[in-house]
Nanobody, 124 residues
Framework: QVPLVESGGGLVQAGGSLRLSCAAS????????MGWFRQAAGKEREFVAA????????YYADDVKGRFTISRDNAKNTMYLQMNSLKPEDTAVYYC?????????????????WGLGTQVTVSS
C-alpha cells in the first residue's frame, strides 16, 4: 500500500489559483508514476494530469493545458498540481493516484493507489 493524502483544495474565485499537494508514504515513491484526476458532481472521474517517475514526462487533459502544471519532488515524496486561471468548470473533487510503474498514463485503470480527494470549488 502507498497511502496518498491530498491537500490544498478550497474555495477560489474564477481567475484565481490553487496549489494541490499529494503526499505519499514509503520509500518507493520515486519509482511510481503519478496522476491527478477529478470528479465533478454527477459526472465520471476524469483525467487531469500525469507525470512519470522523474518528472521528465508530463501529460495534460486538453482543457487544463496552459493553466495547470504538474510536478513532483521525490526527495519530499510529494506531487503537486499548480492550477492557475481557474474556471467554474474546474470545480470538482481532485484525486491523486500512484502507479507501480515509472511510466505515466492518462487513464484510470492502471493506477494502483488512490487518495481520498480534496474539494476544489471555483466561484463565478
Amino acid at each position: 500500500q502507498v497511502p496518498l493524502v491530498e491537500s490544498g483544495g478550497g474555495l477560489v474565485q474564477a481567475g484565481g489559483s490553487l496549489r494541490l499537494s499529494c503526499a505519499a508514504s514509503g520509500r518507493t515513491f520515486r519509482l511510481y508514476a503519478m496522476g491527478w484526476f477529478r470528479q465533478a458532481a454527477g459526472k465520471e472521474r476524469e483525467f487531469v494530469a500525469a507525470i512519470n517517475w522523474n518528472g521528465g514526462t508530463t501529460y495534460y487533459a486538453d482543457d487544463v493545458k496552459g493553466r495547470f502544471t504538474i510536478s513532483r519532488d521525490n526527495a519530499k515524496n510529494t506531487m503537486y498540481l499548480q492550477m492557475n486561471s481557474l474556471k467554474p468548470e474546474d470545480t470538482a473533487v481532485y484525486y491523486c493516484a500512484a502507479r507501480r510503474s515509472t511510466q505515466a498514463v492518462t487513464v484510470m485503470a492502471p493506477y494502483d493507489y488512490w487518495g481520498l480527494g480534496t474539494q476544489v470549488t471555483v466561484s463565478s
